[in-house]
């Protein structure tokens, strides 16, 4: 999807310390804002101090918006409200290893082969399209944070280059755009070729932002504590409301192929999404995977 905003200035911080060679992942990072055509501008800044919590957490007071920083051991993270956070697609290794045994309620719920094409309308850190590419299937993977996507990309580039993740990573296709727009113009004459291979999917998957205490049992108000990455992303991204949900879900279910379904991640007390009831529905004591079939 080409972009015509102006491109927003990302700080990108490192320690003059660090012990690996800074301006080769800079590279990377600014070929993958170019290839991808994003909206971004990173300004490299090299601090004297060492990335300690501290530090990161003046940073974030300094700059109050989100940073891109580089630790001691090369790794990337987006920091934000004094949380960083990596994508870290190698901590799912177990998951991504086991889960062609369909131990999965993701998987479960979505009933991938490895003939599949499945779209990830919210991508996040893309840890549940490991989960659907790791049946075989292939993922297009959309998130419409710039930021987000940057990181997605740097993480899918950096495991390519893993010889045992090779095969996974081929089969994922990262892509910055809003998913109500992208499904839009899937059908459209005018859509860049680079960015869309089908007119439809076998599943597409909706990951949205809920209110942080969603997960709260509403009877007793406790309830499971939101992970590191969901706090962060709560400070960069929205959760839809009614009129959003309902375009995502009808659009959604237009552009699955008959048989095909929409399946959507919620908290398990959550309200339905769009308030539409779904055809099936898989739930434990935190999540709930509601999915709705295309029966044309
Ligand atoms: C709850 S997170 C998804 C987490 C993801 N399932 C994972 O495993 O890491 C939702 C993500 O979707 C993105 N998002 C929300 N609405 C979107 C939309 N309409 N189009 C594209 N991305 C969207 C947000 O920026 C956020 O990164």
């Known amino acids: 999807m080409s972009h015509t905003t102006e491109a927003t200035y990302v700080p990108i911080v490192h320690s003059a310390s660090v012990s690996i060679e800074v301006a080769p992942v800079i590279q990377i990072l600014e070929q993958l804002i170019e290839a991808a055509n994003l909206s971004l501008k990173l300004q490299v800044t090299s601090i ?39 994508p870290d697609w190698k901590s799912l290794q177990r998951r991504v290893v086991s889960a062609g045994r369909k131990s999965e309620m993701l998987l479960q719920a979505c009933k991938l082969t490895d003939q599949s094409q499945v779209l990830d309308a919210t991508a996040g850190f893309g840890h549940d399209s ?36 090779q095969k996974l990573m081929v089969r994922l296709k990262v892509v910055c755009a809003d998913s109500a727009q992208f499904m839009e113009a899937l059908s459209a004459a005018n859509q860049p070729e680079q960015e869309v291979s089908h007119s439809s999917y ?25 992970g590191k990455h969901m706090q962060a992303l709560h ?31 919620r ?28 029966k044309a």
């Open 48 to 86: 004297e101090r060492k990335l300690s919590q501290k530090v990161r957490q003046q940073l974030s007071d300094e700059y109050q918006r989100p940073v891109f920083i580089i630790d001691d051991k090369g790794q990337l993270s987006l920091l934000t409200h004094h949380i960083s956070v990596a």
């Open 130 to 165: 490991l989960i659907l590419a790791s049946t075989g299937a292939q993922v297009t993977m959309l998130e419409r944070n710039p930021l987000m996507a940057l990181l997605l990309m740097y993480e899918q580039h950096l495991m390519s280059q893993q010889a045992n993740w």
């Open 202 to 226: 076998d599943v597409i998957y909706l990951d949205p932002m809920f209110p942080e205490n969603s997960y709260e049992n509403a009877a007793t108000g406790k309830g499971a504590k939101v």
């Open 235 to 265: 400070h960069i991204a929205q959760p839809p409301d009614n009129t959003e949900e309902q375009r995502l879900l009808t659009l959604a279910l237009n552009k699955v192929v008959p048989g095909g379904r929409v399946v959507v991640k």
């Open 267 to 294: 908290p398990a007390a959550a309200p339905l999404f769009a308030q539409s009831n779904p055809d099936e529905s898989w739930h434990n004591d935190v999540l709930r995977f509601d999915a709705y079939f295309n």
